[in-house]
């Protein structure tokens, strides 16, 4: 039982609690891992037996991390709130045999998602023109046959959009089996940002009399928060402000987080079809 760390709960974690540091959770879980390797050990010698080992191809691999006590959580991690992303929450074995196919007893750093699996096996059975257009993975094929790194997108999935906006580089909405949106968490920000600018110091002007640049203007929580037009960019306001003799402390561009904008983007707001 060593292999499960004992340690203080998390102060996030709210299920599986009665599990943490827990003896007989431990030897349940232990022996479920040692069940299913059973099982493949059986699935493997039965392939061998049959002569079949040559001509299939077989994936192990699971649909998400848990944690044994690790970072004082039992579980998901989506068992803790708001959401952790710990790589023993997060990562998955992925092993990949078919002998005279498959190179043995090799290793990648590549990083794969669960939704690359289908287009990397329509693309390893020679289906490759069977990859749905609108699907989100990418095939690996290539990578796995002659261990090369093609590189591959990694998207986060969580219930919380704004743990996937302090931790993705990426994100990706799917409506019914529809690509709505795809790009960089920055880039899909500025295409919905509605041109809004928080400014805060001293003498900032509570007015658009002397901002070529701002149509409107009104305070929020202390400072003031400035919509630039169409034609204006915010460093255009920038410079306004200057001229006028204000001291600027905070200057923030404003943009929807991504919970609105996928909102957004499912009613059919057009600037979707930006980052589409």
């Keep these: 039982m060593d292999s499960f760390p004992r340690m203080e709960p998390h102060p996030g974690l709210f299920k599986h609690t009665k599990e943490l540091n827990n003896i007989d959770a431990m030897r349940s879980s232990a022996a479920q891992i040692s069940g ?8 493997m010698a039965a392939l061998e037996r049959l002569g079949l080992a040559g001509n299939t191809l077989v994936v192990f691999t699971s649909d998400q991390g848990t944690a044994g006590g ?5 579980g998901m991690g989506h068992n803790t709130k708001p959401s952790v992303a710990y790589d023993s ?9 078919q002998p005279g196919q498959v190179p043995a007893e090799k290793t990648c750093d590549f990083l794969v998602n ?13 289906l490759r023109e069977s990859i749905p257009q609108n699907s989100p993975g990418r095939s690996f094929a ?10 591959a997108a990694v998207i986060m999935s969580t219930h919380d959009m704004g743990d996937a906006q302090k931790l993705c580089d990426r994100i990706l909405l799917i409506d019914k089996g529809e690509r ?5 968490v920055d880039g899909v920000r500025d295409a919905f940002s509605d041109g809004a600018v928080q400014v ?3 003498n900032i002007p509570s007015s658009a009399d002397k901002l070529q640049s701002v149509t409107d203007v009104h305070e929020v929580d202390g400072a003031m928060r400035y919509l630039i037009g169409d034609d ?18 905070q200057f923030a561009v404003q943009a929807p987080s991504l919970d609105e904008i996928f909102i957004r983007t499912v009613a059919g707001d057009p600037r979707a079809e930006a980052v589409r």
């Design 200 to 202: 805060s110091g001293t």
């Design 89 to 97: 929450v997060q990562q998955v074995p992925l092993i990949i045999r």
């Design 142 to 151: 290539d990578a796995v046959r002659a261990q090369r790194d093609r590189g």
């Design 114 to 126: 669960n939704y690359d699996m289908m287009p990397f096996i329509l693309d390893y059975v020679g």
């Design 70 to 74: 690790h970072h004082g959580i039992w």
């Design 180 to 184: 709505l949106l795809y790009g960089t």
């Design 232 to 249: 204006a960019t915010p460093q255009d306001l920038f410079r306004e402000l200057a001229a006028t003799g204000a001291q600027v402390e």
């Design 36 to 43: 299913v390797d059973d099982g493949v050990g059986e699935v």
